[in-house]
């Protein structure tokens, strides 16, 4: 089965400064990653996904994430975190075809994103 | 506008009572999926739903029951059985077969005392 680590449950940065989210995660095959965003008290945006192809993938928001096989890792990065960005961050992977789990995601526990002015 | 909606945003009940949350989505996905979340714990997947009237236990089924009569609706009901009900709960939708992207609604917080 697949899982998802998020190694920061909490990070504070400065406004201006730049951000890397930490997602490491544990499947078989070649994984379908997500990053999504959460405000508090609302649902999950999506910010960028990974499917195939290019490992490093844009996203909204001025966010890219790049996908390193390696070191099982996707990482989330911004070059200048704007006090909006504010907010709980999930690393999520999709199980691939075949089985019961075909389409299903796993989350990974959430870091919390702090910036201050 | 295409989308997810849930109601009620807050929800309030005594222990003992059973509670339905309502999901329903607009945007003609075959795919839905109910999740828990509580601080620190991320997502947890409680039903999901291919097609209708077929649905599978996610990893914390136990004292929850869901139904999907319609594409579109996807209910899912907090039972007395269920042991720590307050959480804040999400639904969400994919196309289906092949999609992975999984559109989210607003949330439901539920508040069992």
């Known amino acids: 089965a697949q899982s998802v680590t998020q190694p920061d449950i909490h990070i504070t940065v400065s406004e201006g400064a730049s951000l890397e989210l930490r997602c490491n995660y544990s499947?078989?095959?070649?994984?379908?990653l997500f990053w999504y965003v959460q405000s508090p008290g609302q649902g999950l945006q999506l910010l960028l996904k990974?499917?195939?192809?290019?490992?490093l993938v844009q996203g909204i928001k001025g966010f890219e994430a790049e996908f390193k096989r390696s070191q099982s890792s996707f990482n989330l990065r911004k070059p200048s975190v704007h006090w909006s960005d504010a907010a709980e961050y999930f690393c999520?992977?999709?199980?691939?075809?075949?089985?019961?789990?075909?389409?299903?995601?796993?989350f990974g526990q959430g870091t919390i994103l702090t910036v201050h002015p | 506008d295409g989308g997810i909606t849930q109601s009620p945003k807050y929800l309030f009940r005594k222990e003992g009572q059973n509670v339905t949350l309502s999901c329903e989505q607009n945007?003609?996905?075959?795919?839905m999926y109910w999740y828990r979340q509580d601080p620190g714990q991320g997502l947890r997947l409680i039903y999901y739903?291919?097609?209708?009237?077929?649905?599978q236990k996610g990893d914390i089924a136990e004292g929850y029951s869901v139904s999907r009569e319609k594409k579109e609706s996807f209910p899912l009901t907090v039972t007395s059985a269920q042991k720590n009900p307050t959480a804040f709960y999400l639904c969400?939708?994919?196309?289906?077969?092949?999609?992975?992207?999984?559109?989210f609604g607003p949330g439901t917080r539920l508040t069992v005392t």
């Open positions: 990974y499917f195939s192809g290019d490992t």
């Open positions: 945007l003609n996905h075959d795919a």
């Open positions: 739903s291919q097609i209708v009237n077929d649905f």
């Open positions: 999520a992977v999709g199980a691939g075809a075949g089985g019961t789990s075909y389409g299903k995601l796993t």
């Open positions: 969400a939708s994919t196309a289906g077969t092949g999609s992975y992207e999984q559109y």
């Open positions: 499947y078989g095959a070649t994984p379908y």
